[in-house]
């Protein structure tokens, strides 16, 4: 019914920056939240930065002043805009939004395959 697809993932020196986007299609009347997650070899996932439908974003702490999801330019789709990376941000990196299908559904999870961030010299 959903599907997200990441891309933008790719190897870059610590210092660099990478832009990622998330595209979601199918069944989609509304997206209440949109988060981007990543999870490191032999970790947990974690959040790294979340978005509501008014726009207001959140960003974890080893990553606040470094990464912003920017104003969306198209319908469906977020992006992480991500400076000054670090080997420690090494991870792969998943697109996750929560869909309504009709008006006033909450909505439900959704998350994409994922897309490869590594951060070396």
């Known amino acids: 019914q959903v599907q997200l697809v990441e891309s933008g993932g790719g190897f870059v020196q610590p210092g660099g920056s990478l832009r990622l986007s998330c595209e979601a299609s199918?069944?989609?009347?509304?997206?209440?939240?949109m988060a981007w997650y990543r999870q490191a070899p032999g970790k947990e996932r974690e959040l790294v930065a979340s978005?509501?439908?008014?726009?207001?974003?959140e960003y974890a702490d080893f990553v606040k002043g470094r990464f912003i999801i920017p104003r969306p330019n198209a319908r469906r789709t977020v992006d992480l805009q991500m400076y000054s990376l670090k080997p420690e941000d090494t991870a792969v990196y998943f697109c996750?939004?929560?869909?309504?299908?009709?008006?006033?559904?909450?909505?439900?999870?959704?998350w994409g395959q994922g897309t490869q961030v590594t951060v070396s010299s």
């Open positions: 996750n939004m929560r869909i309504g299908h009709f008006r006033g559904d909450y909505g439900n999870a959704y």
């Open positions: 978005m509501t439908s008014d726009g207001g974003t």
């Open positions: 199918g069944n989609i009347f509304s997206i209440n939240v």
